[in-house]
């Protein structure tokens, strides 16, 4: 017997209080700094997706013990800066970019050579964003033509490098941080425009050298001092906002809505998207602010809202780069026209996400115009639905279109639940507990 396609039915008000699991940038970073620290790194809340997996793996292959006690907590037993072992096995990041870049700096100033490889998606997105940098400090590269599966050398002696982004790239500037601290010198990366900085918290968290400048012709400087002694730490993650969009949505767009999401993280350089959720009319209070591990932790009210459509700048493009797929579901809902500008780095993302949300929301009978790099959806009262719609082993188009079926007038199903492991395990049995109509 074949297994239905998961599908999502208009639904009730959604009510009730879920938590959000751990945040996946944290999670990976988390274990990287932690096999990088001398000693063991006990890490609360890591996200047992599929992509932070896969980069566990990708550490106990290249020597780290990495397990799990009775209470779910993660155990890292770092080797410190230079203590990873050449692997015997290659290195499969699956789906997941964030993992193969960041890993792919850690490798680069390692005396090891490496095989790394993914999935269909990952094997098609660029690399070489990562891989230049990454040659500066001496590093060689063979085979793949800028994308996976290739095979990486890392330097013996890896010298610091002044690096300036061409792209607004968090895992392009956390790979030279990552490459940066087993040199013997300042590595520094140059960002003309902000992009999320949990590198730049953790690393300071666990004690290495980290300073931050502004520069006067504007973005920001980041330097670290190379043969870093990283120490230990008990990491708690905090809940991902980007996980945290899909129930966000889905309560602002389903009538009657009333619900709490716990444990959210809320970084300056994440929240693009609920600021623009608050542009739009969208009334979510944020409560309990506390510190947790670095990072500023709310639990967030949502209610059902009447939204009204809105001009999205391109300099917010990097703070909710991941949350235009849930925006323009929150979009579809609006009256009147959205319009979002500065999307080129959609292009490149699991699935060419642009190109995705269009074609999903037109299948789905939502009026939209997709741009080179702008797309501009114009909300509606009835949506009709009824369709199937193709994921491209992205999990957040999987889920977006899920939460659309919920005020869709006829059922939208996706070809393919399974890619949501990527990121948000629980997000089916979390969205039925509010009351969605979402079957499996
Ligand atoms: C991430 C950075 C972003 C984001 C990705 C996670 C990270 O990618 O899209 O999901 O953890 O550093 P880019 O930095 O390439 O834009």
Same mark, same amino acid.
């Given at each position: ?6 599908? /999502? ?5 959604? *009510?009730?209080? %879920?938590? $959000?699991?751990? &945040? #996946? ?5 988390? =274990? ?21 997996? /896969? ?5 106990? *292959?290249?020597? %780290?013990? $990495?397990?799990? &006690? #009775? ?5 890292? =037993?770092?080797?410190?800066t230079g ?16 993992? /193969? ?7 680069a100033a390692h005396p090891l ?21 990454l040659?500066h400090f001496g590093a060689r ?12 050398t890392g330097a013996a002696l890896a010298v610091p490098v ?17 490459a940066g601290l087993n040199t013997r010198g300042?590595t ?38 190379g043969e ?213």
């Amino acid at each position: 017997m074949t297994k239905q396609p998961p599908s /999502a039915a208009k639904s009730k008000s959604l *009510a009730g209080r %879920i938590a $959000i699991p751990g &945040d #996946k940038s944290i999670s990976h970073r988390a =274990l990287i700094l932690g096999a990088l620290a001398v000693g063991e790194t006990v890490i609360s809340g890591l996200l047992q997706s599929d992509d932070v997996l /896969a980069t566990a793996e990708a550490l106990r *292959a290249l020597g %780290i013990s $990495i397990r799990e &006690d #009775k209470a779910g907590d993660m155990h890292v =037993l770092g080797r410190g800066t230079g203590g990873l072992c050449q692997p015997d096995t290659e290195l499969d990041f699956g789906n997941s970019g964030t993992g /193969a870049r960041l890993m792919m700096g850690v490798i680069a100033a390692h005396p090891l050579t490496a095989r790394l490889t993914g999935d269909a998606s990952l094997t098609s997105r660029p690399m070489k964003r990562v891989l230049e940098p990454l040659s500066h400090f001496g590093a060689r590269v063979e085979g793949g033509r800028g994308k996976l599966p290739l095979t990486l050398t890392g330097a013996a002696l890896a010298v610091p490098v002044s690096y300036e982004l061409r792209v607004p790239s968090a895992q392009v500037k956390s790979a030279v941080l990552l490459a940066g601290l087993n040199t013997r010198g300042r590595t520094c990366v140059i960002e003309p425009v902000a992009t999320r900085d949990h590198t730049e918290r953790m690393l300071e968290l666990f004690g290495a050298d980290i300073r931050i400048e502004k520069r006067p012709e504007g973005g920001l400087k980041i330097c670290v001092r190379g043969e870093a002694e990283l120490q230990p730490q008990h990491i708690v993650v905090p809940g991902d906002p980007s996980s945290a969009a899909f129930p966000a949505v889905a309560a602002l767009i389903t009538p009657g809505s009333d619900i709490i999401i716990q444990n959210v993280m809320m970084n300056p350089a994440r929240s693009g998207l609920y600021t623009t959720l608050a542009e739009m009319g969208g009334q979510i209070d944020f409560l309990n602010p506390r510190r947790q591990s670095g990072e500023v932790v709310v639990d967030m009210r949502v209610r059902a809202s009447a939204l009204k459509g809105v001009y999205v700048p391109g300099e917010r493009a990097p703070s909710m780069i991941d949350e235009y797929p849930a925006l323009a579901i929150a979009a579809a809902c609006a009256a009147g026209p959205t319009r979002m500008e500065g999307l080129g780095e959609l292009r490149v993302k699991e699935s060419d996400r642009l190109r995705a949300i269009h074609d999903g929301l037109a299948l789905c009978g939502v009026d939209c115009i997709a741009g080179d790099d702008v797309l501009t959806v114009t909300g509606q009262k009835t949506i009709p639905g009824g369709v199937r719609v193709q994921t491209r082993l992205d999990h957040r188009i999987a889920m977006a279109f899920l939460v659309l079926g919920l005020v869709s007038e006829n059922p939208v199903s996706v070809d393919d639940a399974a890619t949501i492991m990527t990121s948000f395990p629980g997000f089916l049995p979390l969205m039925q507990k509010l009351g969605a109509r979402i079957s499996p």
